[in-house]
């Protein structure tokens, strides 16, 4: 069983009424897991987007690092953080947060 929240930020400045993503939209994903993660990732790259939809991971408790993933066939070093804060401030583009949890 998985639960995704995902909470929009800084949204209303750059999309028009009814829209909630553009194909620049970028994401801080909490709770890091790799499968979903590498999953979005590989969405991202099948629908042809040119920049990855992560744009930092968070994993509560760890240090500040990076983690290797796949955008395609090329690799992807994307930002690992411990803590929102720190990971809010790094990515200032980021204007989706998400939420991940599973039980």
């Known amino acids: 069983f998985f639960v995704y ?18 194909r620049e939209s970028q994401a801080i994903f909490y709770n890091w897991k790799n499968d ?6 590989d ?5 042809k987007r040119p920049t990855p939809s992560i744009a930092a991971l968070i994993s509560p408790g760890t240090s500040k690092g990076s983690t290797k993933l ?10 690992l953080f411990g803590n929102t804060i720190e990971a809010a401030e790094a990515c200032p583009n980021a204007d989706v947060f998400i939420i991940f949890a599973s039980f």
């Open 5 to 22: 929240l995902i909470i929009f930020c800084n949204m209303a400045s750059k999309l028009g009424a009814g829209h909630l993503f553009s």
């Open 36 to 41: 979903p993660v590498q999953s979005m990732l």
């Open 43 to 47: 969405f991202d790259y099948i629908c």
């Open 70 to 79: 796949f955008f395609g066939t090329e690799e992807l070093f994307v930002p």
